[in-house]
């Protein structure tokens, strides 16, 4: 099996809204497709979203599919990317909370990266798990029950945590590879 077709027949979402860190949906979403996955864009509303880059704006993205819309059901994995914006929003609004919790649910991969973390904790997965984060999330994941590590890219069960833009080639590798394996016995809450 070529690269190309490490996820042929897979449908990966990436769950954002306005104030995501562009780079970190734009590079695991080349990686992700040129794996051979299908992606959709998955967010609050239908429209464009605003990536970021850092505190300026970025570019604007159209949406595939709106979280109310879909199900965990439809798809083989989840990536949540950071910024501070994006995270936080994300974690107040109970549809992305429950497609969110629902990938653990159904034992499906999940990589979230930086601030991405944020909404997992929000959805009550990470009580046990090892992971990483930017480092402010550090005591948020502690006190929700998570084993934090200073690590470019952690993989616990099918969920794929990393720290920050520069750990973006080990975070896409990492998270090709447990999509492309499937799910997961213990990826659960």
Known sequence: MSQQDTLKNKTIAFLVTDGFEQVEFTEPWKAIKQAGAQVHLVSLEKGKVQGVHHDEKGDQFDVDKVVGEVSAE???????????????????????????????KQHKPVAAICHGPWVLIEAGVVEGRRMTSWPSLKTDLKNAGAHWVDEECVCDEGLVTSRRPDDLPAFCAKAVEEFAEGKHADQTV
Request: net charge negative; no cysteine; aromatic share 16%.
């Open 74 to 104: 439809q798809y083989d994995g989840l990536v949540l990317p950071g910024g501070v914006f994006n995270p936080d929003a994300l974690r107040m609004n109970d549809e992305a909370v429950d497609f969110v919790r629902d990938f653990f």
